[in-house]
């Protein structure tokens, strides 16, 4: 069982809160104070009980932290060294307009929950995502300066094992909601299957 | 440093036309650290290591592994070795052979990767765009390629329905190039490997005249 930090004075920027939904026992303990960029972890005392959530100004997003979130700190962390990297190649590109950019593809991709995902920045400006699912990997490519029915242009290129499936090209959006429609089928069998021995 | 005579075009060789499926293709990377050209999570090739940027996608350059050993990869032409020998020839002109420092050197910071023809050659693309029924398809089809300064250069090229990539005008470059380039990207991703791989030489029959 860890042990409890007696008190915990200040938050630096580097670190998020998450409330434990249950007591570790005997301990009283209710919190894990994260590093964003290691996996040191802190259990701390707090008065409220388990449960309870709450966001603490001074934290990366003031969000609770889950896997997700750790991938979304990490790849934004890389993102920005990326994009100093390849400053050069990226004269009218702004990091900020980058940088909401890049949030808005990898928070769709992360909520796909992939098993494996990688990102990185190219000099022809695009963030070209790899992720891999179940059987599938996914090449993503969002550019970043090119606009396809007024949102950000991307390309979709899947194989299932090693077999090829059809690409796709369009809309950031129309893109993503293709990948999706290729992993629902799968979700929903299991889904089917996890009904079927619940009833059984 | 001597240069490797045996990877020059020879009067004695001719086009490689048999069928290469089972050879491995191998192009150098910029570096030769693991953590710089392949993502272990992922098990895959690096992006950047492929080619950056993707100017180069529509006719990539590579070298069939065998005569060509994966240590050949080190061998970079000087500016004025670029201006004698980085033209494509015929494989069995007579070439003088490159002078160390002069006309190349050898960069061992280089790594490589290699991929195997069969996983790419003549693989269909089939593209949807945007919802709209806009179907596109192209080719990836890998030729031999001989240049002054390597007999057992090869090229990964791209067939589409208005002809080879490589050769289509800009405007028409323009609308395909984003799309093919990310193709091919992601193929060799999928297949390439940075280990050394078990490898044959072609037999002499498929490379040397009678």
């Given at each position: 069982m860890p042990i409890p930090a007696a008190h915990i004075n200040e938050f630096n920027s580097n670190q998020q809160v998450v409330w434990i939904a249950k007591n570790y026992t005997g301990s009283g303990s209710t919190g894990l104070l994260r590093d964003n960029f290691s996996d040191d972890e802190i259990v701390f005392f707090h008065s409220k009980q388990p449960g309870f959530r709450e966001n603490y100004p001074?934290?990366?997003?003031?969000i609770l932290i889950s896997n997700s979130d750790r991938k979304l700190i990490h790849f934004e962390k890389s993102f920005k060294n990326q994009f100093e990297l390849l400053s050069a190649y990226f004269q009218n590109l702004n990091f900020q307009e980058a940088n909401e950019k890049l949030s808005s593809s990898l928070i769709s991709l992360l909520n796909i929950n992939p098993d494996v995902i990688s990102m990185e920045l190219t000099r022809d400006k695009s963030i070209f995502y790899t992720l891999k699912k179940q059987d599938y990997t996914f090449f993503i490519q969002h550019f970043l300066n090119e606009i396809e029915d007024d949102e950000d242009e991307a390309i979709l290129t899947v194989f299932k094992d090693d077999n090829k499936l059809p690409s796709y090209a369009g809309s950031l959006l129309q893109t993503i909601s293709e990948l999706n429609t290729l992993l629902e089928p799968s979700n929903t069998s299991k889904l089917e299957l996890e009904l079927n021995e619940l009833s059984n | 440093m001597n240069y490797p005579i045996k990877i020059l075009p020879n009067s004695n060789y001719k086009l490689i036309t048999c069928d290469v499926s089972n050879c491995y293709l191998i192009r150098f990377t910029h570096s030769n650290k693991i953590e710089d050209i392949f993502d272990e999570e992922l098990m895959q090739v690096r992006q950047i290591s492929i080619?950056?940027?993707?100017?180069n996608m529509n006719d990539l350059s590579t070298s069939l592994l065998g005569v060509f050993e994966t240590s050949f990869v080190q061998i970079e032409l000087s500016q004025s070795g670029k201006e004698k020998y980085n033209s494509q020839c015929d494989p069995d002109i007579s070439v003088e052979v490159p002078i160390f420092k002069k006309d190349f050197t050898i960069n061992e910071s280089r790594g490589f990767w290699v991929v195997l023809i069969g996983d790419i050659n003549e693989k269909t693309i089939d593209y949807t765009k945007g919802g709209i029924d806009t179907k596109f398809k192209a080719t990836c089809f890998i030729e031999h390629t001989p240049m002054k300064w390597n007999y057992w250069h090869f090229s990964i090229r791209w067939r589409t329905e208005e002809g080879f990539w490589h050769t289509l005008n800009d405007n028409q470059k323009k609308k395909m190039s984003k799309r093919l380039a990310h193709e091919a990207r992601a193929n060799i991703a999928k297949f390439a490997k940075i280990e050394e791989p078990n490898y044959t030489q072609l037999n002499h029959p498929d490379y040397c005249k009678l």
């Open positions: 001074g934290t990366y997003n003031s | 080619c950056d940027p993707s100017g």
